[in-house]
């Protein structure tokens, strides 16, 4: 199993940008297809973003289309999630997941990290 940790997070103004970066551990990092979730207080959590494992096929929840870009370097176990003209609704914990077969069964979580945006 890969392991994944999240970086990047913080606050930021109503506009502004963030760029969030998950390492992978292990080498099998381009067998997963990579996604990132968030979680608001008192919320479920919501799918945001997904890549394949080639990252020639990139998924988005409707609310960050536009906005947000998923990317991956699998050279580097990394997958990036760009976010501009952020939003007070977009504040969450944001974790990156892996998984090896479809996104009904997430074989991996990293432990999130927190975006803030202030109106």
């Known amino acids: 199993q890969v392991q994944l940790v999240e970086s990047g997070g913080g606050l930021v103004q109503a506009g502004g940008s963030l760029r969030l970066s998950c390492a992978a551990s292990?080498?099998?990092?381009?067998?997963?297809?990579m996604g990132w979730f968030r979680q608001a207080p008192g919320k479920e959590r919501e799918f945001v973003a997904a890549?394949?494992?080639?990252?020639?096929?990139?998924n988005y929840a409707d609310s960050v289309k536009g906005r947000f870009t998923i990317s991956r370097a699998n050279a580097k176990n990394t997958v990036y999630l760009q976010m501009n003209s952020l939003k007070p609704e977009d504040t969450a914990v944001y974790h990156c997941?892996?998984?090896?077969?479809?996104?009904?069964?997430?074989?991996?979580w990293g432990q999130g990290t927190q975006v803030t945006v202030s109106s």
């Open positions: 997941a892996a998984s090896g077969s479809s996104w009904s069964r997430v074989d991996s």
């Open positions: 890549i394949t494992r080639s990252g020639v096929s990139t």
């Open positions: 292990g080498r099998t990092f381009s067998s997963y297809a």
